[in-house]
């Protein structure tokens, strides 16, 4: 079974900290994504990567970093949160033209 | 404009019956189309994917896709509360790596 494991399920940060969520895969996919999910908006795509240290923005890519150093791992970085990036974020891997694989969600709240 | 259009819902149907949902896209050269359920605060899981035209059966999971009208159809039959659930269609778009995901339509399985 492919599994996307991501690093927290709740995070409770504060405005203008700097916070990491982490995802990792075990099948050696080359594309990995980061989506938010907001209510009445469905996902939307932030960042992605097709392979080690190259990624690409999304449709929301503002307020938001990434860092894919290893093939297995790609991390989202919120330079300086808000109280705006409130949000469930999504990790996704996927081989191209097939279907993506989710982690279990970060539910992140910005006080 | 949004290229992936689902009705929001909440669709509402006994249990028993057939539950059917729907999903346009705007994208003629799409190819690969995806539908995922999703559990309240739980990440997205693939039921099925299609990528000919006509149906594609999997248990009490029925796809259909028209490309010649662009959309994309999932009946479940014999509905159970169980499937009560935020339903999501994904479309693989020519030239785009990620998936583009509809907004989600909710269904409700009534006892």
């Known amino acids: 079974d492919v599994k996307v494991t991501q690093s927290s399920r709740y995070l409770v940060k504060r405005t203008g900290e700097k916070v990491f969520l982490e995802c990792v895969q075990d099948?050696?996919?080359?594309?990995m994504f980061w989506y938010r999910q907001d209510p009445g908006l469905g996902l939307r795509l932030i960042y992605f990567?097709?392979?080690?240290?190259?990624?690409e923005k999304g449709d929301i890519p503002e307020g938001y970093s990434v860092s894919r150093e290893k093939k297995e791992r790609f991390s989202l970085i919120l330079e300086s949160a808000s109280t705006n990036q409130t949000s469930m974020y999504l990790c996704?891997?996927?081989?191209?033209?097939?279907?993506?694989?989710f982690g279990q969600g970060t539910r992140l709240t910005v006080v | 404009q949004k290229e992936v259009e689902q009705n929001s819902g909440p669709l509402s149907v006994p249990e028993g019956a057939i539950a059917s949902l729907n999903c346009t896209y705007s994208?003629?050269?799409?190819?690969?189309f995806f539908w995922y359920r999703q559990y309240s605060g739980k990440s997205p899981e693939l039921i099925m994917f299609?990528?000919?035209?006509g149906d594609k059966e999997d248990g009490r999971f029925t796809a259909q896709l028209n490309k010649a009208s662009q959309y994309v159809s999932l009946l479940i039959r014999d509905s159970q509360p169980s499937d009560s659930a935020t339903y999501l269609c994904?479309?693989?778009?020519?030239?785009?790596?990620?998936?583009?995901f509809g907004s989600g339509t909710r269904l409700q399985v009534q006892p």
């Open positions: 099948m050696d996919h080359e594309n």
């Open positions: 994904a479309v693989k778009e020519p030239g785009r790596r990620a998936l583009t």
């Open positions: 990567s097709y392979d080690v240290k190259m990624k």
């Open positions: 996704a891997s996927m081989l191209m033209n097939t279907e993506a694989f």
């Open positions: 299609i990528y000919s035209n």
């Open positions: 994208d003629r050269g799409s190819q690969s």
